[in-house]
């Protein structure tokens, strides 16, 4: 489906209405129809001299073999000059059909006055006395986004429409352009260490990517560590994503993403569950606009549950800042269907808070909802310390996160929905840098696993814009190992262990550590799974696991222990605080 569909009218119309427009495609309709003219210029003039000739002054056997070895010429120059063209016509319907959609596209300035009187309406909302404006508004708002995706969507079959009727040579030229850059698998990739076709930027691969399976494509994504197709940005896992380090299908922004559970994580993945439709930063959930939501469709910053206008709410159908329970209107109530503002709780709800507008109980800052919280819109509770800090910053909704805008959990940074990475923008688990769409990279805009460098796709790379496995170099393509380990177990330099990558990373009967003098030991299932610089993984227990089982699992620097991110073992020591 065309990533149009899950975008809002704000990016659609934006899209729309800036840029070339239909120039460069009538542009091009005017030099193919030179092209042309030129080519049955061309062919009359060819196929008259040889008549000419073969008619009059030349006879005999030479003359009937030149004219019998010059007519598949002039029908390859008539033939050529056919394709030209119907290439014109076709670039004239394409452009005819952007005019259409664009004329029915809403004005990008219709869509922004309507999201300012929105956010108007939200902040003088006292006593819920704005409701049904609000609502008023928001039916308009969806009333522009269903008139964007229809015209996008006749846009879109206008101009398959036009390109299936392109000739079958000129379709398979354009499918089998050159890539523009180094170390790239696949097509017409602008860039390097891509793996897939149609992207633009640094190590942009498929989502689902892994050291076990043979790479997958990833397509038409513009920038880089993009793990998916038709992402906008750096550092997404998923389609259709715009901004970085977004988790899911859909996202606008920065560090959204979908629930995790450190307390029992899947071993197989690492990873959250998708969250799709999110615009703002640091959202877990699906469709959630603002800052530092927990759950789905609510509206503002630092909500947690279903459907809340507002900030700091707990609960669901809340409208106003820092109520606990449902369907309340005001502020700092709590309890089910109440209308005012709780003056006796000092604008919060719940016990132990202090500052204004929270909800749950011991939060300190304002708009923070769940219970445990320091800062500015952040909503969840500590599953995996129960009784201790959940989060320490701004907009943060997954558990145990340090910074601002994370959805992820364990987090030191800022909009990382993965887990317990150390870092900015990451949409996979356990790295060390920034903007990395796939686990264990020490680096930035990595999509394989277990890179150490600088957009590689591939996997367990040292280097730069490797697209290939298991290499130690630059614009690397081709596999050096890996899906079984042949040929080599390491990439870097001075490793001990089996796939790992960097220098000096020690993992005794383990696997998976990127970075720089790292080691593991001591899990009896799992050792190694490390990122950064210095650290040091000894077993420990982790979620349901008990110590002996697990080791490592740690980002960052200076790290000891197990499952940790930051340095020194901050990170963790944080949660373990309150």
């Not at 070339?20 to 129809?33: F, I, K, T, Y």
């Not at 000059?81 to 809403?106: I, K, L, W």
């Not at 079959?157 to 390109?163: D, E, K, P, T, V």
């Not at 390097?192 to 076709?197: L, Q």
Request: one cysteine or more.
């Amino acid at each position: 489906m065309p990533n149009f569909v899950m975008l809002p009218p704000e990016i659609n119309s934006l899209r729309m209405f800036t840029g070339a427009g239909s120039a460069p495609m009538l542009d091009a309709a005017a030099a193919w129809d030179g092209l042309a003219s030129e080519l049955g210029t061309a062919a009359s003039s060819f196929s008259w001299v040889t008549s000419g000739l073969a008619g009059r002054a030349w006879q005999g056997a030479a003359s009937a073999a030149m004219t019998a070895a010059a007519a598949p010429y002039a029908e390859l120059l008539s033939a050529a000059c056919a394709h030209a063209a119907g290439a014109a016509q076709q670039a004239r319907t394409v452009a005819d059909v952007f005019e259409a959609a664009r004329s029915a596209m809403v004005h990008p300035l219709a869509v922004v006055a309507n999201r300012s009187v929105f956010i108007q309406l939200i902040r003088s909302n006292f006593l819920g006395l704005n409701a049904p404006a609000i609502m008023a508004t928001e039916g308009q708002y969806e009333e522009m986004w269903a008139a964007d995706v229809s015209a996008m969507t006749g846009y879109h079959a206008g101009a398959s429409a036009a390109a299936v009727q392109l000739p079958s040579g000129l379709q398979q030229f354009l499918q089998n352009l050159p890539n523009l850059g180094i170390g790239n698998k696949g097509n017409a990739n602008v860039g390097n260490g891509n793996t897939g076709s149609g992207n633009i930027g640094f190590g942009n691969s498929g989502f689902g990517n892994s050291e076990l399976v043979p790479p997958q494509p990833g397509n038409n994504n513009i920038g880089s560590g993009n793990n998916g197709n038709n992402n906008i940005g750096a550092g997404n896992a998923g389609n259709g994503n715009f901004g970085f380090g977004n988790f899911g299908n859909g996202n606008i922004g920065f560090g959204n993403g979908g629930p995790t559970d450190l307390s029992n994580p899947d071993l197989s993945t690492f990873s959250p569950t998708p969250g799709n439709n999110n615009v703002g930063m640091g959202n877990t959930g699906n469709g959630n606009f603002g800052l530092g939501n927990l759950g789905n469709g609510n509206i503002g910053g630092g909500n947690t549950g279903i459907g809340n206008i507002g900030a700091g709410n707990t609960g669901n159908g809340n409208w106003g800042f820092g109520n606990n329970g449902n369907n309340n209107i005001g502020i700092g109530l709590t309890g089910d269907n109440q209308v005012g503002i709780n003056l006796a709780g000092l604008l919060n709800s719940g016990n132990g808070n202090i500052g204004l507008f929270n909800s749950g109980d011991h939060n300190i800052g304002f708009f923070n909802s769940g219970s445990h919280n320091i800062g500015v819109f952040s909503s969840g509770v500590n599953n995996v310390f129960p009784g201790h800090i959940n989060s320490l910053g701004f907009a943060n909704s997954g558990t145990g996160s340090l910074g601002f805008g994370n959805s992820g959990a364990g987090n030191v940074g800022f909009a990382n929905s993965g887990l317990l990475n150390t870092g900015f923008g990451n949409a996979g688990s356990i790295n060390t840098g920034g903007f990395n769409g796939n686990n264990l990279n020490t680096g930035f805009f990595n999509s394989g696993e277990t890179n150490t460098g600088f957009g590689n796709s591939g996997h367990v790379n040292t280097g730069f814009w490797n697209a290939g496995n298991l290499n130690t170099g630059v614009g690397i393509a081709t596999d050096n190992g890996l899906v079984g380990y042949a040929a080599t177990t390491n990439s870097g330099f001075s490793n001990t262990g089996v796939g790992n990558s960097g220098l000096g990373n020690t993992s005794a009967d383990g696997h998976g550590i990127s970075g720089f003098f790292n080691s593991a030991s001591g899990g009896s299932i799992i050792t190694g799974v490390t990122s950064g610089f210095f650290n040091t993984g000894v077993t420990g227990a982790m979620g349901p696991f008990p110590a002996g089982m697990l080791s490592g699992f740690n980002s960052g620097f200076f790290n000891t222990g197990i499952a940790n991110s930051g340095l020194f073992s901050l990170g963790q020591l944080a949660m373990t605080l309150g």
